[in-house]
């Protein structure tokens, strides 16, 4: 992969890095089941919201706090941000986030990492910076740490408040394929497969196009084959379909490897642009012996335009593009025989 996504983040205003994280949010459907981006005059401490279920506020949700701060998270900040989720859930404005993260591409000053990482230590660090940052940082109206309100903060699990720095936000599940799907980030080279890699055996997977395969050069050659063994004892042959398992099985590679990092949309985009590419083509050399037909088609394949941040990177080898078409054959979509 190309390693520049946390320099994209670190260039994001804060507006940008809040709608980024809610963004995330609903792309992770799997943990979250709705969202929220309260607006600057009433976030009351929230930034960007994650519900884990429909009761919203009234069951579990997550809190996520942006500070895209040019320095660090600093102390002030720290302290305020989490007063503030304190004192409104005090007020019966929500409960209390079951998680609370911080995101910081720059990270935070010492004083504060060193509590983050010491989740004892933050009640305390809160409850002594009240008065300093709090009594007149969360409202317009003082907002004095009543008992009620320290023992809620006693009563918190602060393990549950994290800090995400640029390095750390670019790894969470899917948050490449958001930063993709709205940046021009070069998504890297995908794994290549040699033709030792190819295994010996054909799965039940890849049984269609093989066999096709068989009969292609069965036709070619004039010879009975009647397996995939057959034609790789063959010497003209026997490369020829190894080398086309090799495309194949290229093309699963490159799928698996930028499936959690791109929208689904840009990597299915390069077996449409293939197909677009040779289909005409293929049609027309229906009459066509069929070892003409897939040795031109390999050919019209492997020039293929790709759209998208794969194509504009030129991250996608010929023999991804090839393999694209033994996929069709494999799905009865463009058959060779």
Same mark, same amino acid.
């Given at each position: 992969?190309?390693? +520049?996504?946390?320099?994209?983040?670190?260039?994001?205003?804060?507006?940008?890095?809040?709608?980024?994280?809610?963004?995330?949010?609903?792309?992770?459907?799997?943990?979250?089941?709705?969202?929220?981006?309260?607006?600057?005059?009433?976030?009351? =401490?929230?930034?960007?919201?994650?519900?884990?279920?429909?009761?919203?506020?009234?069951?579990?949700?997550?809190?996520?706090? *942006?500070?895209?701060?040019?320095?660090?998270?600093?102390?002030?900040?720290?302290?305020?941000?989490?007063?503030?989720?304190?004192?409104?859930? =005090?007020?019966?404005?929500?409960?209390?986030?079951?998680?609370?993260?911080?995101?910081?591409?720059?990270?935070?000053?010492?004083?504060?990492?060193?509590?983050?990482?010491?989740?004892?230590?933050?009640?305390?660090?809160?409850?002594?910076?009240?008065?300093?940052?709090?009594?007149?940082?969360?409202?317009?109206?003082?907002?004095?740490?009543?008992?009620?309100?320290?023992?809620?903060?006693?009563?918190?699990?602060?393990?549950?408040?994290?800090?995400?720095?640029?390095?750390?936000?670019?790894?969470?599940?899917?948050?490449?394929?958001?930063?993709?799907?709205?940046?021009?980030?070069?998504?890297?080279?995908?794994?290549?497969?040699?033709?030792?890699?190819?295994?010996?055996?054909?799965?039940?997977?890849?049984?269609?196009?093989?066999?096709?395969?068989?009969?292609?050069?069965?036709?070619?050659?004039?010879?009975?084959?009647?397996?995939?063994?057959?034609?790789?004892?063959?010497?003209?042959? =026997?490369?020829?379909?190894?080398?086309?398992?090799?495309?194949?099985?290229?093309?699963?590679?490159?799928?698996?490897?930028?499936?959690? +990092?791109?929208?689904?949309?840009?990597?299915?985009?390069?077996?449409?642009?293939?197909?677009?590419?040779?289909?005409?083509?293929?049609?027309?050399?229906?009459?066509?012996?069929?070892?003409?037909?897939?040795?031109?088609?390999?050919?019209?394949?492997?020039?293929?335009?790709?759209? =998208?941040?794969?194509?504009?990177?030129?991250?996608?080898?010929?023999?991804?593009?090839?393999?694209? *078409?033994?996929?069709?054959?494999?799905?009865?979509?463009?058959?060779?025989?």
């Amino acid at each position: 992969m190309a390693f +520049n996504e946390d320099r994209q983040i670190l260039n994001l205003t804060d507006s940008e890095l809040e709608d980024l994280v809610k963004k995330w949010l609903a792309k992770v459907s799997d943990i979250y089941v709705g969202f929220e981006r309260p607006t600057a005059s009433a976030d009351m =401490g929230r930034d960007a919201v994650g519900f884990l279920s429909a009761r919203r506020y009234d069951g579990e949700w997550h809190n996520y706090q *942006c500070k895209h701060l040019k320095a660090p998270l600093g102390k002030a900040e720290f302290v305020t941000e989490l007063g503030k989720i304190f004192y409104y859930a =005090g007020q019966g404005e929500f409960t209390l986030p079951t998680s609370y993260i911080f995101v910081c591409p720059n990270s935070a000053v010492r004083d504060v990492k060193k509590v983050i990482d010491r989740p004892s230590l933050i009640a305390d660090f809160l409850i002594d910076n009240w008065e300093a940052y709090c009594l007149n940082g969360i409202s317009t109206t003082p907002c004095p740490l009543s008992p009620a309100l320290e023992t809620a903060i006693r009563a918190y699990a602060f393990e549950k408040v994290e800090l995400w720095k640029a390095s750390e936000l670019v790894e969470k599940p899917q948050m490449r394929a958001v930063l993709h799907e709205h940046l021009d980030i070069d998504p890297g080279e995908a794994p290549r497969m040699s033709v030792a890699d190819v295994p010996a055996d054909v799965a039940d997977e890849e049984s269609a196009y093989v066999t096709q395969l068989v009969a292609v050069f069965a036709a070619a050659s004039g010879t009975p084959f009647t397996s995939y063994t057959d034609v790789v004892a063959n010497v003209t042959y =026997g490369f020829q379909i190894i080398n086309a398992r090799r495309r194949y099985l290229e093309r699963q590679a490159f799928r698996r490897h930028f499936r959690d +990092n791109l929208p689904a949309s840009q990597i299915d985009n390069v077996d449409e642009d293939v197909h677009e590419t040779v289909i005409d083509q293929y049609h027309a050399l229906d009459k066509s012996p069929l070892y003409e037909r897939l040795t031109q088609i390999m050919g019209a394949a492997s020039t293929a335009q790709v759209t =998208g941040a794969l194509g504009r990177h030129n991250r996608v080898t010929p023999s991804v593009k090839q393999g694209a *078409c033994h996929h069709f054959a494999n799905v009865g979509r463009m058959p060779w025989a």
